[in-house]
């Protein structure tokens, strides 16, 4: 758990010193118009881009994950070819498949497109569900991975960034100059930009989780067009026995079958619906909807 954390740790200091580092040698002024427009999309989108196109990278290392590039007995066959049929059936090319060691049901699928991609199963999930729950779930990652899931988060996450900098700034201009200070960099401003991107973060990360969750219902259908709805509905049964346990990093989370419990306020903050939703849900689509998830792409 502490490598991972680390690793997390050191991955965001890199890209931020990084993006430090560009805005010195282009000479960009946070301070003026320009600037804060350049400097907002810069660490906005910067961070979350440059996480996508290092995605499969970051998670193969922070699970430990092993990449089967030639089947070492016919579980791993059987893992490669599901996938590659589902792959074919969704439109897209085939995702690299691996094999993460992890005590919870769980899988994860990350990489910075379609067509460039990373399918993993936990060993908990290989000990725990039978082939047919394990298809589906195979079903719901190749989902993800053909309705753009990866890009579109990164997207979203880069946009709301990039609101909550300028608008902490912006906010915090205006309070330094009822404050007296002409050049919007005195402490009101410091104490204002502080503080509203606190406030403003929290609302944009109730914002993606809406996203995330409503993701989750989409890879849902998809798993159960790929694989049947039947079998997608036993595989999300057999994740109460460990749902809300994951011990993937914070990556890629978002991207794993299973996710954390909670309610309230919580829920706002979940990346997954509870499994009563998800399962409701499934059973209430009609054979149309589901059928219009298989190949979908966003």
């Given amino acids: 758990m502490f490598k991972r954390v680390a690793l997390y740790l050191a991955t ?3 890209v931020l010193l990084l993006l430090g580092a560009i805005m010195r040698v282009f000479g960009i002024d946070p301070r003026s118009n320009a600037g804060l427009l350049l400097f907002a999309t810069l660490f906005g989108f910067g961070g979350s881009l440059i996480s996508l196109m290092i995605s499969k990278w970051v998670a193969k290392r922070a699970t430990g994950a092993y990449v ?6 016919e579980g791993e066959r059987w893992l490669v070819e599901t996938v590659r049929r589902q792959a074919q059936a969704a439109g ?3 995702p690299e498949v691996a094999i993460y060691e992890a005590p919870e049901i769980n899988a994860f699928a990350t990489g910075p497109s379609r067509n460039n991609s990373l399918v993993a199963v ?3 999930l290989l000990r725990a569900m039978d082939r047919d729950e394990a298809e589906a779930v195979l079903g719901h990652e190749v989902s993800h991975v053909a309705n753009g899931d990866m890009v579109t988060m990164a997207l979203i996450q880069g946009v709301l960034n990039t609101f909550v900098l300028i ?5 915090g201009r205006v309070v330094d100059g009822y404050l007296g200070n002409r050049e919007g960099t005195g402490i009101g401003y410091w104490i204002t930009v ?3 991107e606190i406030v403003f973060g929290v609302v944009a990360s109730v914002i993606a989780m809406w996203f995330s969750r409503w993701r989750e219902f989409r890879a849902d259908a998809g798993g159960a067009a790929l694989a049947g709805r039947e079998k997608m509905i036993a595989a999300l049964e057999r994740l109460s026995q460990t749902y809300g346990e994951s011990t993937l990093p914070k990556q890629v989370q978002a991207f794993g079958i299973s996710g954390g419990v909670g309610g ?3 829920k706002l903050f979940m990346s997954h619906p509870p499994l009563e939703e998800r399962i409701a849900a499934l059973r209430n689509a009609t054979p149309a909807a589901i059928g219009a998830r298989k190949g979908v792409v966003s």
Wanted: net charge positive; charged share 20%; proline share 4%.
């Fill in 167 to 171: 608008l902490a700034r912006v906010v």
């Fill in 122 to 124: 936990s060993t908990g």
């Fill in 68 to 73: 089967i590039e030639q089947p070492r007995n």
């Fill in 92 to 94: 897209i090319k085939m």
């Fill in 194 to 196: 502080f503080v509203l």
């Fill in 264 to 266: 309230g306020l919580r």
């Fill in 12 to 14: 965001n200091l890199a």
